[in-house]
């Protein structure tokens, strides 16, 4: 069994500020907690591996996404890292992969009782909906896998993520590393204790494996954006293909979901060249 994972940041045990994990000001506690998020990652590659799993392809998917301490992982793996990607945090999920982990996610923008919740670009994505049904970035990256038949089968950040994911996809195996009080402040369990939790779910998770099943939309496929800003609307609204219909909200229509997900990083980008 070959497995992808898809690493964020702001769902690691005991991460509650921007300044813990922005590795592009320098901060003293952004180096120990990307220390943190790498051994919940190495966790979830231990856990994987005693359940069966051979092949790993890591996806560093948070902020420049130049966060993989290879000195904390498995010689053997592959890392896919840097940013611009075009499929950004679900980049080469296309690969042949069997099933896949998100590690360290969070909520999306909106949840209550998600520590630092967004979905991609807070300055820019005020909410997004696909066919009417409201996405995290583990909702929009889940599909993109499920085009491939890749099912998720573990995730792991605050209950607040787990059990939004669960909702929408029952069969994965959540890791729940800490409760969210509010935006800016968590009750998590100590890393140490993180890592023996992901690891011992990324074992269940492939042992479980074969209950799992691709997550999909129905073609045809609409996502709704809405902006942050008005003049973010503006400028997507010159992407052919999407459409105008609210001052802040952008609409695009179309059959295959990898043309979604791209035309969403485009938009979200675009708009944030009003910043």
């Not at 923008?109 to 005020?126: C, E, F, M, Q, R």
Request: hydrophobic fraction near 40%; aromatic fraction near 10%; include cysteine.
């Amino acid at each position: 069994m070959n497995v992808y994972i898809s690493s964020d940041m702001e769902g690691t045990a005991g991460v509650c500020a921007w300044e813990q994990c922005d590795a592009r000001k320098p901060h003293p506690e952004y180096a120990l907690y990307r220390t943190w998020m790498n051994r919940e990652i190495r966790a979830a590659i231990d856990g994987a591996r005693e359940g069966g799993a051979k092949g790993i392809t890591v996806n560093d998917s948070h902020g420049p996404m130049r966060n993989i301490d290879f000195d904390e992982q498995p010689a053997d793996i592959r890392v896919i890292s840097g940013n611009r990607k075009p499929f950004s945090m679900a980049q080469g999920a296309e690969g042949g992969f069997d099933g896949a982990f998100f590690t360290g996610y969070h909520g999306a923008i909106g949840d209550a009782n998600a520590t630092l919740a967004h979905t991609y670009s807070p300055g820019v994505i005020y909410d997004v909906a696909i066919n009417g049904t409201t996405c995290s970035e583990a909702t929009l990256n889940a599909a993109y896998l499920g085009w491939f038949g890749v099912p998720l089968l573990l995730v792991t950040g605050d209950r607040t993520t787990v059990e939004g994911v669960q909702a929408q996809m029952p069969w994965v195996i959540g890791a729940v590393v800490k409760e969210s009080i509010g935006y800016y402040a968590t009750d998590s369990i100590s890393p140490d204790a993180a890592q023996d939790l992901i690891r011992a779910a990324a074992r269940t998770a492939i042992e479980n494996a074969s209950t799992a099943k691709p997550f999909t939309f129905k073609a045809p496929i609409t996502m709704d954006i809405t902006l942050a800003r008005v003049e973010q609307a503006d400028l997507i609204e010159l992407i052919p293909g999407f459409t105008r219909t609210e001052s802040r909200q952008v609409r695009l229509t179309r059959d295959d979901y990898p043309t979604i997900l791209r035309a969403f990083i485009a938009a979200f980008r675009m708009g944030a060249l009003t910043l």
